[in-house]
């Protein structure tokens, strides 16, 4: 029976298609992009087509698999279960839930998927990572400068006369943004591309600036120092909305051009000019990325970058604002986390798990649970966090493959695709939330995390308290703050549906949800957190370590690959995804090593090495080394082997490029 239904992508990705899903004889044959959305429609990207690869996979895990001697066997459901009960009963007697470290990630973002902390929550709260791997210092920044975090719709883009994409490349992570960028280009907007590489992106830019990684917050600053002083100003928006103008005047006088040039090595008057381009060519839409935070000054960066469109006005008119993210949805839905059964808490930082989860003390981790999370090749200093698991006398695994987090485990659990079950799926970068409807049963014996953790709340005698609904009855319990807004599950049911509560202009009325009510320069909460109530150009970590250097002289960046979101599709049916990871160097830092393009070559830091094969390319500015995170360690990849555990100035931000390494060639001789 040949069938379509109704469905979304459940990936952490700004864009969260709307699908159309193919069935043939119970199998999901093909996705297309369905043309019901309205920012999305038509097209999709590899990573969906990577959905199907990896429902089929033969390598896919669809039974319960318990490690016995170091080997994996398959098991069943019933001794899993008990498994778990056993281990958590005697670890809850002796140690209480705080001896349980659980990490739930983003793998798939339905609404449905929190029903693993809802369960340690019920059992009164685990220990959990602290802070945030992804955009957290950003966020906390523009909480400060903001008070809440907005973004404008994408097809208000199109009314913006410059558009600076700041370390941000959609053309390799936010693919159906583009289309609006085109759009505003071809209406005459100049578009500036603000990276020390040169991504895809570049080729919708009309100027391409690249700064030395790690120091846009001296550029930012620079660029303010040119408005104030050629009074490229919206007075009217400052006296009126802005808090701290006289405080920042006095910082931005010491940050010239000159200045910044010899920090960022990006010439002065091309700062003047840029300064100029945002200043006068109004409005100026700001499209920030996430790898300009991911530094120890990272939270400052993106304060200093805010503080360009308050100079200048760009903020509550069409075509402007500085766009980071949103949270609008979370306003208007419950959440089933369960946040509200817990009596203890105790984190560790995301950026320290490393060497947490040793030090935890009183009591110490004696298990780990880990769901829609890959920690051992996401989380920094992955050999040292290996080492840590080891530790840890009982861990589970829920996932689809045995990757490298999985390998570490003692209990492997299958879980159901989303493909497998329904759900609804918002965003936090659009206007848009759709409902994806199940497609076909789940696989073998795989199980949705409902099944599972309400499962494991009754074996615990806390069904009542965990809550024993169906799908369906969850469903309408998260979306019921919308029904007022005359939302409810039918309307999710019929297509895409538009967020009530989101703006098409981000800060349009000028109240903002900071302490005075202004947007402001100067922020207490800043000063509380790190020192400083006003944007600058914060400390570098390792990157600015001048002893450091002499032993890792290059900077080690480690962006998102294209074609898999993060380590979730370098699976082992899609070695098509290159075998070895890619070493991506300028000719000048290869020619001094006498490395050629296909050698090998070993990347090493303080905290580990791996081995890649070099490409030189005048893309990457000359001081750096360049590979693309994801590819799995039992693959021979793993770029966190090579990350130290560095925590970002604000927000408990996770700062992976904050990082020097040193390259050699690999030289077959040397090994003994
Ligand atoms: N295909 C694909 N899409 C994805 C993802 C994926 O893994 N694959 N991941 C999703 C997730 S979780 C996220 S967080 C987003 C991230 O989306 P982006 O922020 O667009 O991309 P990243 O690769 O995280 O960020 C790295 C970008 O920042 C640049 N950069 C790094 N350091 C600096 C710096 O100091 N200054 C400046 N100006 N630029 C710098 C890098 O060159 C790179 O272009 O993408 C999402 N979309
Ligand atoms: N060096 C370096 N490291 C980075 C980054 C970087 O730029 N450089 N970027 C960071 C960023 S921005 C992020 S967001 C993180 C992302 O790190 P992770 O959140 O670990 O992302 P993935 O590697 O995609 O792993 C998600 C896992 O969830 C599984 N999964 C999918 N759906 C489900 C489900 O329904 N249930 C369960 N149980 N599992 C499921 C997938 O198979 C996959 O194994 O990585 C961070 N790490
Ligand atoms: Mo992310």
């Known amino acids: 029976m040949t069938y379509t239904v109704n469905s979304a992508c459940p990936l952490d990705c700004p864009d969260r298609c ?3 899903v193919e069935v043939e004889n ?8 369905s043309k019901s959305h309205p920012l999305t429609g038509g097209f999709v990207c590899s990573k969906a087509k990577h959905q199907v690869a990896r429902q089929n996979s033969p390598d896919r895990v669809t039974k319960p698999l318990i490690k016995r001697n170091g080997a994996w066997q398959p098991t069943d459901w019933e001794t899993a279960y008990s498994l778990i009960k056993e281990k958590l009963t005697g670890i809850l007697e002796n140690h209480g839930p705080k001896a349980i470290l659980h990490f739930s990630g983003g793998g798939s973002e339905g609404l449905l998927q929190s029903f693993d902390q809802r369960f340690f929550n019920v ?3 685990p220990t959990r990572p602290s802070g945030c791997v992804c955009w957290g210092s950003g966020l906390r920044a523009q909480e400060y400068d903001f008070g809440a975090v907005y973004f404008h719709s994408w097809s208000d883009l199109v009314n913006a006369r410059t ?26 907007a100049k578009v500036v591309v603000i990276n020390p590489l040169e991504v895809e992106s570049v080729q919708l830019a009309d100027y391409h600036v690249a700064p030395r990684p790690g120091t846009d917050g001296a550029l930012a600053m620079a660029m303010a120092h040119v408005l104030l002083a050629e009074r490229e100003l919206d007075m009217d928006f400052i006296s009126d909305h802005v808090y701290g103008f006289e405080e920042f005047v006095k910082r931005a006088k010491d940050c010239s051009p000159q200045w910044a040039q010899e920090i960022t090595g990006v010439p002065a008057e091309r700062i003047r000019e840029l300064a100029l381009l945002y200043g006068k060519n109004k409005p100026g839409a700001i499209l920030l990325g996430y790898g300009l935070q991911r530094y120890s000054n990272g939270g400052q960066t993106i304060r200093a970058i805010d503080a360009l469109a308050a100079l200048t006005g760009n903020i509550g008119v069409p075509g402007g604002g500085v766009n980071y993210g949103h949270r609008y949805w979370k306003m208007v839905i419950n959440s089933l986390a369960g946040q509200e059964f817990v009596t203890e808490t105790r984190t560790i930082p995301f950026a320290k798990m490393a060497s947490g989860i040793a030090a935890a003390q009183d009591p110490p981790i004696k298990a780990i649970f880990v769901s829609k999370f890959n920690p051992i090749t996401q989380l920094p200093d992955s050999n040292l ?50 409902y994806a409807e199940q497609a076909i049963p789940p696989r073998g014996e795989a199980k949705t995390e409902l099944e599972i953790f309400s499962r494991l709340a009754g074996e615990f005698g806390l069904q009542d308290k965990f809550g024993t609904y169906s799908r369906e009855e969850w469903l309408q319990l998260a979306i019921e703050p919308l029904r007022e807004l005359g939302i409810n599950l039918e309307t999710f049911k019929g297509g895409p549906v538009r967020c009530p509560i989101f703006e098409q202009v981000a800060w349009e009325d000028r109240k903002f949800a900071t302490p005075s009510g202004k947007y402001e320069l100067f922020s207490a909460g800043a000063a509380e957190e790190t020192g400083d109530p006003l944007p600058g150009y914060g400390a570098l970590g390792p990157l600015g370590d001048e002893e450091l250097a002499r032993e890792y002289p290059l900077q080690l960046m480690t962006p998102h690959p294209k074609f898999s979101l993060h380590s979730s599709f370098f699976t082992p049916d899609l070695q098509d995804l290159p075998n070895h990871p890619i070493l991506r160097l300028h000719p000048d830092e290869g020619k001094g090593r006498y490395l050629a393009k296909g050698d090998r070559a070993i990347v090493e830091t303080s905290v580990g090495e791996m081995m890649a094969v070099v490409e030189l390319t005048a893309g990457v500015r000359p001081g750096m080394a360049v590979i693309l995170e994801g590819s799995w360690i039992k693959d021979g990849g793993g770029v966190n082997r090579l990350i130290s555990q560095v925590e970002a100035d604000m927000g ?14 690999y030289n077959i001789d040397s090994i003994e």
Not at 26 to 33: H, L, M, Y
Not at 163 to 188: C, Q, S, Y
Not at 652 to 665: F, H, L, M, N
């Open 123 to 125: 059992l009164g709260g």
């Open 385 to 434: 966090l290996k080492q840590a698991f080891r530790g840890v006398e009982f861990k589970v695994v829920l996932d689809f493959f045995l990757n490298d987090s999985a390998e570490e485990a003692d209990l492997f659990l299958p879980v159901a695709t989303s493909f497998e079950q329904s759900d609804i799926i918002l965003n936090s970068w659009n206007e848009y939330g759709l």
């Open 26 to 33: 119970q199998q999901v044959t093909k996705v297309t992009g």
């Open 18 to 20: 709307s699908f159309v």
């Open 163 to 188: 558009i600076i994409l700041w370390g941000r490349d959609p053309m390799v992570t936010n693919l159906h943004i583009v289309p609006f960028i085109k759009e505003a280009k071809a209406k005459g």
């Open 652 to 665: 408990g931000g996770t700062a992976y490029y904050d990082c020097r390494c040193q390259v050699r060639k």
